[in-house]
């Protein structure tokens, strides 16, 4: 019994797991796992918004050029109106 008298008894494995998982969890950043995703779909919606804008103003601009015979003309005209249509669906979505 002298023997026993010194040594202390090592710590349980409940202990040690929960110190361990305190340690883990103050070195990761305090983020929201949706919050990275909600992000990229904004994202994505706000440039596909410009986009489709671009795109059917200069669809439009293009079909009138091939019917009325006028070269770029309206195309041009079309493309500047399609930017300007993504740019307003833009800052109405954010």
């Known amino acids: 019994m002298a023997e026993d008298a010194g040594k202390e008894e090592p710590p ?4 040690f797991s929960e110190r361990l998982d305190a340690m883990r969890g ?3 950043p305090d983020s929201d796992p949706k919050g990275n995703g909600a992000a990229w779909g904004k994202a994505m919606r706000v440039s596909s918004e ?3 804008g671009l795109f059917v103003g200069s669809l439009l601009g293009l079909g009138l050029d091939k019917w009325l015979g006028t070269a ?3 195309l041009l005209i079309g493309m ?3 930017f300007a249509a993504g740019l307003r ?3 109405r979505s954010l």
């Not at 349980?12 to 202990?15: A, P, R």
Request: proline share 5%; glycine share 10%; charged share 15%.
């Open 12 to 15: 349980s494995l409940e202990d």
């Open 26 to 28: 103050a070195n990761e």
């Open 50 to 52: 410009l986009l489709a």
């Open 72 to 74: 770029p003309l309206f």
């Open 80 to 82: 500047g109106l399609g």
């Open 89 to 91: 669906n833009l800052s």
